[in-house]
């Protein structure tokens, strides 16, 4: 009775619309298509079931319904996962692309197919990895700025596996990275943001000065007039410290001529930082300062600042700014690290022939003690340095002709004038 309803029903669907030829050719074509489209129905509990009716729904009305293809290519799926001969296998993973490439020509959107399709074979067929790169970079070049988040992560795959075959050049992929992070990079979608990350993790073993220099040098003619890659190949310079390449002075200049950015002067300020021109690098450091948006990103300029300070030995600034950098990011032990280092390099200066250089070191070990306290990521860099100072700390027979012991309290003077206690080194 139920299937009898069923037919009535579908001959009275086929009536309307078999001359569309969504549902077939004929009456008859829609009927047995209707009939068919229930193989969704013993997806789970009959499989063999399901792809018997999908089979015939495919063949006779292969415009009926989008989800007949997004349906074929899982029911493939659980067949390659199934099968143990490989000849087989290779069979049901050929038609499962084919249902894609048919899927293309029956309702389109090729960009977006292309890009499932080589998702898919990233996963089946990781011995092709020229047919992958082939299906996947087409894809993104239909699709542009509008590809999908897990096509990008695919072909920065996709390219590296050829790096790795020796097919593909370490700045085929870093070209590559910067194609997708120019689209991820406009995006504000999380799915974007989370594909970014994953494409930036495949690419960071290629991302070094040796092959982004040249690249850049390459590409600046022709790009100094290209805000996006202005600011990603500053960012990627920037990000592997290639500052003494005199062409990160040229992409920062220009990228901050046209985008007069936070990120743009503090790029400007590792430059002359660079260059050990540390009035400019402050003065850079400002300013992107003055144009952060929040107090996160501000405390990182703030920190630029204090650090060229100390590079430039006015160790009371360094100290200042380190200080207002930890009093914008709580938990931060770096600054405190930096205010360390200003008192160890003080030693000498502070040395009033009595225990002012040895107050240095000790003043030095407090901060160095306070960063790893708070903050366990330093915790290594902090030991060490520890490490050092103390061991310019003074033997305890020095101690008695001050008429000082190991314990004591002493105010260090010079510019640091704080209080510590004193220590010894045996």
């Given at each position: 009775m139920k299937k009898l309803a069923l037919i009535v029903i579908s001959i009275a669907i086929s009536g309307l619309?078999?001359?569309?030829g969504k549902y077939g050719k004929t009456p008859q074509d829609s009927v047995t298509c209707i009939e068919s489209l229930i193989y969704k129905d013993y997806m789970t509990s009959d499989p063999a079931l399901a792809l018997s009716l999908w089979k015939k729904a495919y063949s006779v009305c292969p415009e009926s319904q989008l989800t007949l293809y997004i349906n074929g290519v899982k029911l493939y799926q659980g067949l390659i996962k199934g099968a143990t001969d490989a000849k087989l296998?290779?069979?049901?993973?050929?038609?499962?692309?084919?249902?894609?490439?048919?899927?293309?020509?029956?309702?389109?959107d090729k960009a977006k197919v292309l890009g499932l399709k080589g998702q898919t074979m990233l996963v089946y067929s990781k011995n092709e990895p020229q047919k992958i790169f082939d299906v996947l970079n087409e894809s993104v070049e239909l699709g542009g700025t509008e590809s999908e988040p897990g096509t990008l992560v695919a072909l920065i795959f996709a390219v590296a596996n050829?790096?790795?075959?020796?097919?593909?050049?370490?700045?085929?992929?870093?070209?590559?990275?910067?194609?997708?992070?120019?689209?991820?990079?406009?995006?504000?979608?999380?799915?974007?943001?989370e594909?970014?990350?994953?494409?930036?993790?495949?690419?960071?073993?290629?991302?070094?000065?040796?092959?982004?220099?040249p690249m850049a040098e390459?590409?600046?003619?022709?790009?100094?007039?290209?805000?996006?890659?202005?600011?990603?190949?500053?960012?990627?310079?920037?990000?592997?410290?290639?500052?003494?390449?005199?062409?990160?002075?040229?992409?920062?200049?220009a990228y901050f001529a046209l985008e007069p950015s936070a990120e743009g002067?503090?790029?400007?300020?590792?430059?002359?930082?660079?260059k050990k021109d540390y009035s400019k690098a402050i003065d850079f450091f400002n300013k992107a300062a003055d144009m952060a948006t929040n107090d996160e990103e501000k405390s990182t300029y703030v920190m630029s600042i204090a650090e060229a300070y100390l590079y430039a030995k006015n160790y009371s600034s360094a100290r200042t700014y380190a200080l207002?950098?930890?009093?914008?990011?709580?938990?931060?032990?770096?600054?405190?690290?930096?205010?360390?280092?200003a008192y160890l390099y003080s030693a000498s200066?502070?040395?009033?022939?009595?225990?002012?250089?040895?107050?240095?070191?000790?003043?030095?070990?407090d901060k160095y003690q306070k960063a790893k306290s708070i903050d366990s990521s330093v915790a290594e860099e902090a030991n060490k340095k520890i490490a050092r100072a103390s061991a310019s700390f003074p033997p305890t027979k020095d101690l008695f002709f001050y008429g000082k012991q190991k314990g004591d309290a002493y105010t260090v003077g010079c510019w640091i004038n704080e209080s510590t206690t004193i220590r010894v080194n045996d």
């Open positions: 619309t078999y001359a569309q296998q290779q069979a049901y993973k050929d038609t499962m692309y084919s249902i894609f490439d048919k899927r293309i020509t029956v309702f389109g050829l790096e790795k075959d020796g097919k593909k050049t370490k700045a085929d992929v870093v070209e590559m990275y910067e194609k997708v992070v120019a689209i991820t990079g406009t995006k504000q979608d999380e799915s974007y943001v594909a970014q990350k994953k494409i930036e993790a495949v690419a960071a073993p290629y991302l070094d000065c040796e092959i982004l220099v390459k590409n600046f003619e022709a790009n100094k007039s290209n805000l996006d890659w202005l600011r990603r190949t500053v960012k990627l310079l920037r990000f592997k410290k290639c500052y003494e390449a005199p062409i990160f002075a040229k992409v920062a200049e002067a503090d790029g400007m300020g590792k430059l002359f930082l660079g207002k950098a930890a009093g914008l990011k709580s938990g931060w032990g770096e600054p405190y690290i930096v205010i360390g280092d200066s502070c040395d009033d022939g009595e225990l002012g250089k040895w107050g240095a070191y000790w003043a030095a070990v």
